[in-house]
């Protein structure tokens, strides 16, 4: 929000309801010790509509200031005040009365140098610009499933964990900032000449909050936090370089292994006494999962589950015998079903079967193949920087060692991971329904050649 927005919004509540105290501007409109300076300096000296008490409050003495102090005087403005104050008194209790203490990671994002754009295009451009902008980034909070709370000039306040939470609502706000910084840098404004591409930086904190309805019932605001936390979260953004992501050290200690991440070391943020560890976001790690750092670090020996266990190793004594199993293990979050696959994934691993794993992911929903595409990726160990021919001529290598049968297997498998169309390879003239049916048993034969060679134990994890 602009400045003499800010300052315009302030004076009109200072004139309806007369007296305002610093502590409530700094919670209605989320300022900081140097906005409400500022904000004296304007309307008490610069305009002259109000004057400060004990330096604690800003007192209304522009238009109509004079009547209200003549109804003091009558009193008749004394019941007025008094239904008024017990109106807003048992507004505030039922307020208080539905808030809840959350544990929540709020992110903040921010637009590097929109003031600087907004003097170098026309206001018509820059209005297309920052609506692509938003439009981009609320695209990407859906999709992890974070509640864009509200616009703040250029920047976005964003809560993961309210008024839907997860258990992995942390690692959906890094991964959502990641997804933002890379959707920004592919943004495009054709005819739009921009002085240099966008770019934002964005903090994120975790911590305790209190949530629920605010505002009053001309400008009610159903879905508002109140802490430390958003401001932090607020602060860590103007730490962040240019397309960065910054956590605090609340935030990096959920996602520790999830994220490679670089200790910027303690930095001191205005309105904290103490310096605060900072963290700044290289890229997602290999690991999918907390389990699965878990697992890198060293498990605890299993007690129990003998029952389980012992239904496991029977199934794949079977399967060792070329009698297929399948075993559908399912239960509440937090029981040890992950545990269990991986006690029988270390046992089998160390007997020479191949151990395949495919893990469903509540961000690709849409995308039935994602587990596949994902774990061939892994096994071909594409890289970040790899080029599209690169990943092809992977893909073609290791697809040598096997004998499919299908003629288009490469075309069809290169198709599947979005690469490009193999030269020399036949053009695919299929139907899309004949295409994914052609493709399945590309799959299902890699799958099968694999069996013949050696048993294999093969891991399908969050199904659901």
Not at 21 to 39: H, M, P, Q, T, W
Not at 65 to 94: P, Y
Not at 280 to 308: C, D, K, M, N, Y
């Amino acid at each position: 929000m602009k400045f003499s927005a800010l300052v315009e919004q302030v004076l009109e509540l200072l004139q309806r309801q007369g007296r305002v105290s610093y502590r409530a501007l700094k919670r209605e409109f989320e300022l900081d010790d140097d906005y409400i300076e500022d904000l004296k300096e304007e309307i008490i000296k610069a305009r002259r509509l109000a004057i400060d008490e004990d330096d604690a409050v800003l007192v209304w003495t522009g238009k109509g200031a004079g009547e209200e102090t003549e109804n003091r005087r009558t009193g008749e403005s004394e019941k007025k005040q008094t239904t008024a104050s017990d109106s807003l008194l048992s507004t505030l209790d039922t307020k208080h009365d539905a808030g809840e203490r959350r544990q929540l990671t709020v992110m903040f994002c921010d637009l590097v140098g929109s003031t600087e754009l907004s003097t170098q295009l026309d206001p018509e451009d820059l209005r297309t610009v920052i609506q692509a902008y938003r439009a981009t980034c609320a695209t990407v909070i859906r999709h992890f499933e974070g509640h864009l709370a509200k616009y703040i000039g250029d920047g976005l306040l964003v809560y993961f964990g309210y008024p839907l939470a997860h258990e992995d609502d942390a690692p959906r706000a890094v991964r959502a900032g990641l997804s933002i910084v890379e959707a920004i840098q592919r943004l495009s404004f054709p005819p739009i000449q921009l002085p240099r591409p966008l770019q934002v930086r964005i903090g994120i904190h975790t911590g305790l909050v209190v949530a629920g309805e605010m505002g009053v019932s001309d400008q009610p605001e159903p879905l508002a936090i109140v802490g430390e936390t958003p401001n932090i979260a607020a602060r860590l953004q103007g730490l962040a370089e240019p397309d960065t992501v910054v956590l605090s050290v609340a935030t990096q200690r959920l996602v520790a292994g999830l994220f490679e991440c670089e200790d910027l070391g303690p930095q001191l943020l205005k309105g904290l006494s103490t310096p605060l560890s900072v963290f700044r976001v290289l890229e997602e790690s290999e690991a999918q999962s907390r389990f699965e750092v878990a697992v890198r670090s060293g498990l605890t020996p299993l007690i129990g589950r003998a029952h389980e266990r012992g239904l496991l190793q029977e199934r794949w004594e079977r399967a060792k015998q070329r009698e297929g199993q399948v075993v559908l293990l399912g239960g509440e979050a937090g029981i040890g079903k992950s545990r269990l696959v991986q006690e029988l994934k270390e046992q089998v691993s160390r007997e020479g079967a191949i151990c395949l794993a495919f893990r469903c992911s509540p961000y690709h929903q849409h995308s039935a193949h994602y587990p596949i595409i994902e774990h061939v990726q892994r096994l071909l160990q594409f890289g970040r920087e790899d080029t599209p021919q690169a990943k092809l001529g992977k893909l073609q290598q290791t697809l040598a060692a096997y004998r499919f049968p299908q003629a288009d297997t490469l075309a069809l498998l290169a198709a599947l991971l979005s690469l490009p169309h193999p030269e020399g390879a036949p053009p695919i003239t299929l139907s899309p329904q004949k295409q994914k049916q052609k493709t399945q048993e590309v799959l299902v034969a890699w799958l099968v050649e694999e069996a013949e060679r050696t048993p294999v134990y093969c891991v399908w994890e969050d199904l659901h």
